[in-house]
């Protein structure tokens, strides 16, 4: 049996060989759809450059700072809202306001309160990755196992112990969850700042290749993030099987 990732390599090849064929057996102006194989020459030349290396560094440490700042946040409120349920249905109407809000529309504002530089990058980070975490550790509270808080009830553990021993540990496969989803986000959050309010980091290097109609390098950045985003979304995955390997989920 073909290893899942044999398949997965086999389908990007695939893609990969389809639009390489479609841009030569169509024409396809390079302006508009550059081959893939120039692309990937232009990404390697972006790894010998200390300049593109300087705006990664820029926009992984945003999305970490975003993510950590939402882990901290989103797993403490959600907490304290999933041991209070009467706090929770009283700020469940603005949680759910707050979500349905676009947020690309409040980077303008957060540019204004907190200026161009890396704050309002982290801010904005911070808050896409807030809420699927914030949900799921709720989620993960209320799905503890009531047959488990009364055995611990009845040998009399403190609620340090049970939060200690039985909440975190039967809320882990959700808050983790939450955090693949928040890790996602937080990268996104902080490029979109990048493109709509700063000077440095990928997203900023993307709207200057776009400015300059140089659609190749434009592609290269892409994947470049592409592959940044990967590596955090695959770093907290792997978190799995080391603070959770006795769920199902970590296999």
Not at 48 to 54: C, I, M, P
Not at 87 to 100: C, D, G, K, S, W
């Amino acid at each position: 049996m073909i290893p899942s990732w044999v398949g997965s390599l086999i389908i990007l090849a695939v893609f990969l060989g389809v639009w390489e064929g479609y841009v030569h057996l169509f024409d396809v102006s390079k302006l508009v759809l550059p081959p893939p194989s120039e692309v990937v020459l232009k990404w390697l030349e972006f790894l010998v450059s200390k300049s593109v290396w300087y705006h990664t560094g820029v926009t992984a440490w945003e999305t970490f700072l975003g993510f950590v700042f939402a882990g901290i946040l989103g797993v403490s409120l959600g907490f304290l809202l999933g041991k209070m349920p009467r706090l929770e249905r009283m700020l469940n109407p603005f949680v759910i306001a707050t979500q349905v809000i676009p947020k690309v529309a409040l980077v303008p504002l957060f540019v204004v309160w907190f200026g161009f530089g890396m704050t309002s990058k982290v801010v904005i980070a911070t808050i896409l990755a807030f809420f699927p975490i914030l949900l799921n550790t709720v989620l993960g509270i209320k799905s503890v196992d009531h047959g488990h808080e009364e055995v611990m009830k009845s040998l009399n553990a403190t609620r340090w112990q049970r939060l200690t021993q039985l909440d975190f540990p039967s809320s882990l496969p959700y808050i983790l969850t939450g955090m693949e989803v928040g890790v996602v986000l937080s990268i996104i959050g902080a490029v979109v700042g990048e493109y709509l309010g700063g000077n440095t980091g990928l997203g900023n290097l993307a709207v200057k290749e776009m400015n300059s109609y140089n659609t190749t390098a434009l592609f290269a950045v892409i994947m470049h993030l592409s592959i940044l985003g990967f590596a955090f979304y695959a770093v907290v995955v792997g978190m799995r099987k080391y603070l959770i390997p006795w769920h199902g989920s970590s296999n």
